[in-house]
């Protein structure tokens, strides 16, 4: 708990400290669209979610803000790392984070590799999940206790249209095809 409020404390003041600097010289606010994912592992920056979203329990939605109100659950931009990161460089990988600041600087998207994705076809409205309660672990796992995430966790159910009809069914949440396929 002190560890969360600490790292709060820091968010607000950085971000305070970061703000000057950002008027100045405007930065890329919009995440880049997330190309097809590749193994063994394709991400720009080595991203620990076992250290924010564990350690220092990170709320998901700090992050991934949009999930309960729109469709996708979003990327945070590098503005929200920067607001934390000028003040932590890194004790395990000061390298990893010292990219931050490169893409920050060059006021570009950190290009993010895209893991979870269902077939272009099908509508997944996150919110309607998460109104409905259910936790972002029911479907991708224990990411908080994951480091670099690599491979979708079992729990995905690797998109599959049998594992979101399986839950509909037990649910009995709609299962007409239309709701599902545009
Ligand atoms: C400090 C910001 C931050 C926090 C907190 C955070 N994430 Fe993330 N998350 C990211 C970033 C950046 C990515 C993109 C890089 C990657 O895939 O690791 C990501 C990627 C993901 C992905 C994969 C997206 C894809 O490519 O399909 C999932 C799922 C996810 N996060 C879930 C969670 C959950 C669940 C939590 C809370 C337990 C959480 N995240 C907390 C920043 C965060
Ligand atoms: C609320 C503050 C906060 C935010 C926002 C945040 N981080 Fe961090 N991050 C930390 C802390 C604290 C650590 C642990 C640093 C340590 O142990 O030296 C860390 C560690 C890391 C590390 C591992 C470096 C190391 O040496 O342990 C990377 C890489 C990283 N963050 C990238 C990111 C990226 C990319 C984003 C934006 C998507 C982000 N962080 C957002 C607080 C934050
Ligand atoms: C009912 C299952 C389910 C729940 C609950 C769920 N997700 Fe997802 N998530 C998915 C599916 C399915 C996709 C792929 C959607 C697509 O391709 O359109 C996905 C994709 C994502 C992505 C990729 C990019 C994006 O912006 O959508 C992130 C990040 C993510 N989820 C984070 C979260 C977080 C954080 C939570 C909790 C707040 C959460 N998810 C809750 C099933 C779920
Ligand atoms: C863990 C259970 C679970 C999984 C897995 C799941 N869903 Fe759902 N879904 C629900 C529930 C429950 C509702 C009803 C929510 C409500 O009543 O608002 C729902 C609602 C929806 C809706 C809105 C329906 C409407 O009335 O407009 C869509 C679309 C949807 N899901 C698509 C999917 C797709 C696509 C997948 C797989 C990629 C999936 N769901 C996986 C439980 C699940
Ligand atoms: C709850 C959500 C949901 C509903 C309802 C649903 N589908 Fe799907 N469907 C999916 C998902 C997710 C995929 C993508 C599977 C993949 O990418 O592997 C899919 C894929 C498909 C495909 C492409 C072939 C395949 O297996 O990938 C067809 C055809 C299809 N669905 C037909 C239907 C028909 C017909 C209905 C109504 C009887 C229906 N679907 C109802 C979620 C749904």
């Known amino acids: 708990m002190q560890k969360s409020w600490m790292l709060g ?5 950085a971000t305070a400290g970061t703000l000057a600097f950002v008027t100045q010289e405007p930065a ?10 590749q193994a063994p592992n394709p991400q720009p920056i080595q991203f620990p979610h076992d250290v924010h979203a564990g350690t220092y329990q990170m709320e998901c939605q700090y992050c991934h803000f949009s999930a309960e109100r ?6 945070p931009p590098v503005s929200t790392c920067i607001g934390c990161h000028t003040m932590i460089p890194g004790e395990q990988q000061p390298q990893e984070v010292a990219k931050i600041r490169e893409y ?9 590799v895209r893991i979870h994705k269902v077939a272009d076809h099908v509508h997944f409205p996150h919110m309607r999940h ?7 672990q ?3 796992g224990q990411i908080q206790e994951m480091g670099v995430l690599v491979d979708p966790d079992p ?4 998109g599959k249209m049998g594992w979101c009809i ?7 949440a709609p299962r007409d095809c239309t709701v599902c396929h545009y």
């Open 130 to 136: 998460i109104a409905a309660g259910y936790q972002c």
């Open 155 to 158: 729990a995905w159910g690797k």
């Open 138 to 140: 029911d479907c991708h």
């Open 104 to 112: 920050f600087d060059a006021g570009e998207p950190i290009p993010w």
């Open 70 to 75: 729109s469709v996708d659950a979003g990327i």
């Open 9 to 13: 404390a820091v968010a607000m003041l």
């Open 166 to 172: 399986t839950c509909h069914v037990e649910q009995e």
């Open 28 to 37: 890329e606010e919009t995440p880049a669209p997330m190309a097809a994912a």
